[in-house]
Antibody, heavy 120, light 112 residues
Framework: EVQLSESGGGLVQPGGSLRLSCAASGFSFISYAMNWVRQAPGKGLEWVSIITDNGDTIKYADSVKGRFTISRDNSKNTLSLQMNDLRADDTAVYYC?????????????WGQGTLVTVSS | DVVVTQSPLSLPVTLGQSASISCRSSQSLLYSDGNTYLSWFQQRPGQSPRRLIYRLSNRDSGVPDRFSGSGSGTDFTLKISRVEAEDVGVYYCMQNTHWPPTFGQGTKVEIK
């Protein structure tokens, strides 16, 4: 069974930093692109970032470019998101979502999410 | 970015009846490989999103055949036949024919 489990969320002040992690199991992690997707409270879904299976392609939404860094450790089946210079509008539940065998943005499996709150 | 617009935003339905959600994109979602990269997701209250339909009309494993996706070009539909209580939630369409992937605003399905 595929499992994705996010951690690292919490309350942080504007301008602060936070590092999210996503532990993956139940599939060949090294074979799939992985994404972060976020959902502000009561709002819709927004794609944030992607890293391909071997890490050679990384992309970001314009809203986080230059502030967030995605990475992965295929030896530990772990995906990470380093978030710097956080703003109030980064407040959201952050989900890791798996690419599928056809497209990097398949989002065929999702974690339970971790809540990031940016507030003073 | 491709804008994806869903309607209606709220959909009260009667148990056992059918429901349809519309999704329109600002550009054609037909890719050069012949596929249409339009997916549908269900988010039940308090849960993570779950993919129901991928590449326009393919149901994911375990998804009841009451759910079906159709459409072409810029106009797409998710149909739920014989709505059940467990279908309550918010439904999102998403395109990834064009980068970046973009989601519709969501349609909230509730029981009358």
């Amino acid at each position: 069974e595929v499992q994705l489990s996010e951690s690292g969320g919490g309350l942080v002040q504007p301008g602060g930093s936070l590092r999210l992690s996503c532990a993956a199991s139940g599939f060949s992690f090294i074979s799939y692109a992985m994404n972060w997707v976020r959902q502000a409270p009561g709002k819709g879904l927004e794609w944030v970032s992607i890293i391909t299976d071997n890490g050679d392609t990384i992309k970001y939404a314009d809203s986080v470019k230059g502030r967030f860094t995605i990475s992965r450790d295929n030896s530990k089946n772990t995906l990470s998101l380093q978030m710097n210079d956080l703003r109030a509008d980064d407040t959201a539940v952050y989900y890791c979502a798996k690419g599928d065998s056809i497209t990097w943005y398949g989002f065929d499996q999702w974690g339970q999410g971790t809540l990031v709150t940016v507030s003073s | 970015d491709v804008v994806v617009t869903q309607s209606p935003l709220s959909l009260p339905v009667t148990l056992g009846q059918s429901a349809s959600i519309s999704c329109r994109s600002s550009q054609s979602l037909l890719y050069s490989d012949g596929n249409t990269y339009l997916s549908w997701f269900q988010q039940r209250p308090g849960q993570s999103p779950r993919r129901l339909i991928y590449r326009l009309s393919n149901r994911d494993s375990g998804v009841p055949d009451r759910f079906s996706g159709s459409g072409s070009g810029t106009d797409f539909t998710l149909k739920i036949s014989r709505v059940e209580a467990e279908d309550v939630g918010v439904y999102y369409c998403m395109q990834n024919t064009h980068w970046p992937p973009t989601f519709g605003q969501g349609t909230k399905v509730e029981i009358k």
